[in-house]
């Protein structure tokens, strides 16, 4: 029977001790086995984490109750965050903070993308400005002592309220994401997740005249025009990683049936990057993003993060509520 090791980081002691056990006990075709087995043994772990047990659920509701309190640290400190300079540093600091002080550390590098940095995927340079008039995309998770992790973003204007054009893209990812929420229901596979949420963003891109083919045609077989503004799946299992299970079977994940006790993110957006030609100057560089962290339940899901409002609406009135509190709420 081969040694299996789930090899992630090491420790270089560790590894060396495995070194030689497997030198000491391994015959050849044993240690031919050794990566076959590792990959195995990680594949099953993986598979077993698809379904959370109830002790995992109450991890995840804890962490995602502690991202909420920092996000909502992070709305209260944007005026100053704007007033200091290198305001996406200042809100890293912020996530950073809540992080350290509440659970292990960040789940994730955070994400503090303000005007087009929101259009690169990954933004966790942070040495931007946040400035009056633009968005502000941050995608953060807390990750507790027992490593479980949120992972969620919020677009809101840096002023408190969206401009025309800000609201109408992210009006239609919230559409989508309204979509991808309803759709995550368990007997659901989990690609039609994915598909509900893009079918809305191809209807958007559509009306707006931004796609070359038909609506049709992009979500036909050989579409896919939307992806040039939408760049990234809709969804992926959270937990103790924060792209959980990814070592699962195709036919486990991608490709798999949405069941009780399952947690993914439902995360749509849209990009327009400052130097896209195929979109109207008053839409380049506005980057939008919605995440949150929905469980599966036996009758449909429960949003874990739903304490962080989402419409248009209901962010700008949560952000004034937070810089002008009312009088009774200060009481
Ligand atoms: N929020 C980071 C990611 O999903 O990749
Ligand atoms: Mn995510």
Redesign the pocket.
């Known amino acids: 029977m081969p040694l299996r090791v789930l090899s992630t980081d090491l420790d270089t002691e560790i590894q060396q001790l495995i070194s030689e056990l497997r030198r000491t006990t391994d015959d050849d075709q044993q240690r031919a086995a050794t990566a076959e087995s590792d990959r195995e043994l990680a594949m099953v772990l993986s598979e077993l984490r698809l379904i959370k047990d109830e002790f995992e659920i109450n991890e995840m509701r804890e962490a995602c109750r502690q991202t909420v309190a920092a996000f909502e640290a992070v709305v209260a400190s944007v005026p100053d965050a704007v007033r200091r300079g290198r305001g996406e540093r200042w809100i890293e600091g912020i996530i950073g903070l809540h992080a350290r002080h509440l659970g292990n550390a960040v789940g994730y590098d955070t994400i503090a993308a303000a005007g087009d940095h929101a259009c690169t995927l990954h933004w966790i340079r942070n040495d931007g400005d946040l400035r009056e008039g633009e968005l502000l995309l941050l ?1 953060a998770g807390i990750e507790l002592d027992s490593l479980y992790t949120a ?1 969620i973003t919020r677009t809101v204007p840096i002023n408190g309220t969206f401009s025309d054009e800000q609201r109408m893209v992210y009006d239609a990812v919230y559409e989508a994401q309204q979509a991808g929420i309803a759709a995550a229901r368990p007997g659901a596979r989990f690609a039609e997740v994915h598909q509900a949420a893009i079918a809305v963003i191809a209807h958007y891109l559509g009306d707006w005249g931004l796609l070359p083919v038909s609506v049709a045609e992009a979500l036909g077989e050989h579409g896919g025009q939307y992806r040039r503004w939408m760049v990234h799946g809709t969804s ?1 299992h959270l937990g103790i990683d ?1 792209h959980d299970c990814a070592q699962a079977r195709l036919e486990s994940y991608r490709e798999g049936v949405l069941q009780p006790g399952m947690i993914i ?1 439902v ?1 749509p957006g849209l990009y327009f990057k400052p130097d896209d030609e195929l979109i109207p100057p008053p839409l380049r560089g506005i980057g939008v993003r919605i ?1 949150d962290d929905i469980l599966i339940t036996s009758t449909g899901n429960e949003n874990l993060t739903a304490a962080l409002p989402r419409s248009s609406g209901d962010v700008e009135a949560w952000m004034s509520n937070i810089w002008t509190p009312s009088e009774s709420a200060i009481e």
Do not use: A, K, R
């Open positions: 995608d992972d992926h924060v993110t995360e995440e």
